[in-house]
């Protein structure tokens, strides 16, 4: 009796270790939970952003033997993404790179009319979320990582949402138009202070111009001039262009004027400048600049003056009536009358 | 009645002095004359000036190759002008011939190299007292005005005062950085009071 009571307590022990084990392993094992990620972009200062078309692509797996919980996902095996406790501030970009060189795709979603994509049912991870669409007039939202689920402590949060940084309205590409002055010397030594002036000309008054406060600019025509000091750079100043310029061909003229310093011939030359805007590979605007010289292309404007001194230049013209005549002959007057006065007193008291 | 040295010497004293006195009208009736002359050319092309300025000269029938701007001017009396200048501290109105020269420089200023538009006007003109003899005494910081045949009015202010050698025609030209430049003959003729400005305005 005695050693059945003992068997029979052995057993319940044993059943009772085997159930809290299984309750344990439950615990652990629960079945593969999904959460949500919710994802709101705005534009600048708080104006939803509309109809972005953002991704989720899972970067790491849960892994309960990992160190931290998680481990790189097999897409991303050659990344050299790796699970740390402190994510770097770059790895996002990274990874953003490598999915797109690699065309690794995950979830899409595209925000709603208050700027909220939401990312529904998507298994525990560490989720990479990218634009991956045209960003239009905008500029392309940062791609950030994100945990799901959440965990603080103890507790964990399925439903995720996220706040990435604001994307802005995308900014204006620009240009900067300028050209080159070069003195060629035939005789004499040219002075420093020479002052040349060129002028860039729309050839319609709409095209965007540079702004430069130290040119001089013409409202009838829509012409800057701009002067330097002898040989060296000239800078017309930047031309920006924006997203509704895409498409369009500006065309502008490059001249010198005409200057009468003394022993200088002119440069008559006269460029044609056409700047195209377009897209890059990235969708970024860009402008491209072609220069003509006729109907010839050409490199940016080159402006070469001759300084050509004779040997025996004329003088600066005589521009003065003739006084000192009069001075002369007045003092002389002076000094005859007085001398005559004085001699006829001497006279009077000799005779 | 002996001829006395003291008589000789007054009477050649008297005729050195008539014949100052002379020259003294002369070059007072010939600063009149000119000064009249500049006033009825300057008011032929006040009267002229269009309303509303010219637009800039541009390229005619797409010849962009060899386009070069030139100062406008009008013609008057077979010589042509390119505006008036006008310094009000000396209450002087004066028309700018386009192109200097011994004659033309009897009837009013001229220009004597630079352009409006290159920022490097050269004017010169007699020390005439109607013309530019108060450039010599001239405070810095006073108004100029250039008004061009277009339309078109420069303002620039006095910035500074050279004395130039008559060998000095290029630096007289070619100046330092200054936007208009007037000169004449200090009185004994042997240098040039030369008058810098500046642009003040367009």
């Known amino acids: 009796m005695k050693k059945a009571r003992f068997m029979l307590a052995i057993l319940l022990a044993v059943l009772l270790f085997a159930a809290g084990v299984l309750a344990v392993g439950a615990q652990q094992a629960e079945p593969d939970q999904t959460g949500s990620i919710r994802v709101t972009l705005k534009i600048g200062k708080g104006t939803p952003r509309p109809d972005a078309t953002l991704s989720a692509i899972l970067v790491a797996v849960r892994d309960e033997n990992a160190a931290l919980g998680y481990t790189t996902a097999p ?82 949060t399925y439903d995720v ?47 965007p111009m540079p702004k430069n406060d130290e040119g ?19 800078v017309f100043g930047e031309i920006g262009f924006k997203p509704e310029d895409l498409g369009k061909t500006y065309t502008y003229t490059v001249r010198e004027l005409k200057g009468t310093d003394a022993y200088f011939t002119y440069d008559t030359t006269v460029y044609t400048v056409r700047v195209t805007v377009a897209q890059d590979a990235d969708g970024k605007l860009k402008a491209d600049v072609a220069y003509a010289k006729g109907d010839e292309k050409a490199d940016a404007p080159v402006f070469v003056n001759i300084y050509d001194k004779p040997d025996d230049p004329p003088p600066v013209p005589r521009t003065g009536q003739l006084w000192w005549p009069v001075g002369l002959l007045a003092g002389g007057g002076a000094l005859l009358l007085i001398g005559g006065f004085l001699l006829r007193r001497r006279e009077e008291e000799t005779a | ?33 000119a000064g009249k002359s500049a006033a009825s050319i300057a008011a032929v092309i006040a009267e002229g000036l269009p309303t509303k300025p010219a637009a800039e000269a541009t390229p005619q029938n797409g010849n962009l190759d060899r386009f070069v701007p030139e100062m406008e ?117 042997a240098t040039r009071c030369t008058i810098r400005c500046s642009l003040a305005e367009n």
């Open chain 1, 75 to 156: 897409a991303f095996a050659e990344s050299g993404f790796t699970v740390t406790e402190k994510i770097p501030d770059e790895a996002a970009a990274a990874l953003d790179a490598f999915a797109a060189a690699n065309a690794i795709t995950g979830r899409a979603a595209v925000t709603d009319a208050d700027g909220t994509a939401l990312f529904d049912e998507m298994p525990e991870g560490m989720y990479l979320i990218r634009e991956t669409g045209d960003p239009g007039a905008y500029t392309r939202m940062t791609p950030f990582l994100v945990l799901m689920p959440q965990i603080e402590g103890s507790r964990r």
């Open chain 1, 161 to 207: 949402t996220a706040a990435p940084k604001p994307v802005e309205v995308r900014p204006p590409v620009s240009i900067t138009l300028h050209a080159e002055k070069q003195i060629a010397v035939g005789n004499g030594a040219p002075p420093e202070n020479v002052r040349f002036s060129f002028i860039l000309t729309p050839e319609d008054i709409t095209n």
């Open chain 1, 216 to 234: 001089v600019s013409n409202t009838e025509t829509g012409s800057l001039t701009v002067t330097r000091t002898g040989a060296g750079a000239v």
């Open chain 2, 1 to 33: 009645m002996k001829f006395r040295k003291s008589t000789a010497l007054i009477l050649s004293g008297v005729l050195l002095l008539l014949g100052a006195a002379g020259f003294a009208v002369y070059n007072n009736a010939d600063s009149d004359r």
């Open chain 2, 73 to 189: 001017t009008k013609e008057i009396d077979g010589a042509l002008y390119i505006g008036i200048l006008e310094i009000p501290a000396l209450e002087l109105t004066l028309p700018v011939r386009e192109s200097w020269s011994y004659d033309a420089l009897k009837l009013s200023p001229c220009r004597y190299s630079g352009s409006y538009y290159t920022n490097d006007l050269v004017i010169c003109a007699h020390n005439y007292a109607s013309h530019f003899n108060g450039l010599r005494t001239i405070a810095m910081g006073e108004d100029v005005y250039f008004t061009a045949v277009g339309g078109r009015t420069y303002h620039y202010v006095i910035t500074n005062r050279e004395t130039l050698n008559p060998d000095e025609a290029e630096r007289m030209s070619t100046p330092d950085g200054w936007d208009l430049t007037l000169f004449t003959c200090y009185i004994g003729g």
